[in-house]
């Protein structure tokens, strides 16, 4: 908004000094009219140069968020990718442990509740050792899950 005004106001002064010489033929009034544009020639090009220096600024500021930004993407994506190994690796020992039980016990593995939330969108499902039925007694089953801080795993048997 303020480019547009000033660019009028640069127009209406080329208008005035073009004109200037055919609306006067004395040569003080003309001389009064030129000192007169002069001044006002003076002020639009401070007001130009003040809008100059605070379109840089907010350009400069623009940059320097959109830096700021960038910098932020590439943290959350590196936290992300922490966290993905990290729950990858959960995953990973919580199936071996399961299928280690499994193995031993002659059970079957399956994934189960809870499933634990580490991060946004980031998930580690607890896995359920089921144990064989042997005539009409129960043998234990085995929940592999992780600890409350969800950093080991944890086994739980319920019978």
């Known amino acids: 908004m303020e480019h547009k005004e000033l ?3 640069l127009g209406a002064l080329h208008d005035r000094v073009a004109r200037a010489p055919s609306r006067t033929q004395d040569d003080h009034e003309l001389r009064a009219e030129f000192a007169t544009l ?24 623009l940059e320097r968020q959109e830096a700021a930004a960038g910098e932020a993407r590439a943290r959350s994506a590196a936290e992300r990718e922490t966290l ?56 234990p089953d085995w929940l592999v899950t992780l600890n409350d801080s969800r950093s080991q795993v944890r086994v739980i048997r319920s019978y």
């Open 7 to 9: 660019s009028r106001q």
């Open 38 to 61: 002069l001044s006002f020639a003076q002020t639009l090009r401070t007001d130009a140069e003040n809008w100059r220096t605070a379109f840089e600024d907010g350009l400069r500021e």
């Open 84 to 139: 993905m190994r990290r729950r990858d690796a959960l995953r990973f020992a919580i199936e071996n442990t399961a299928g280690r039980i499994a193995q031993e016990n002659g059970g079957d593995c399956r994934n189960t509740l809870p499933v634990l939330r580490l991060g946004e969108g980031l998930t580690v499902c607890s896995v359920t050792v089921l144990s064989p039925r042997k005539r009409f007694r129960r043998r």
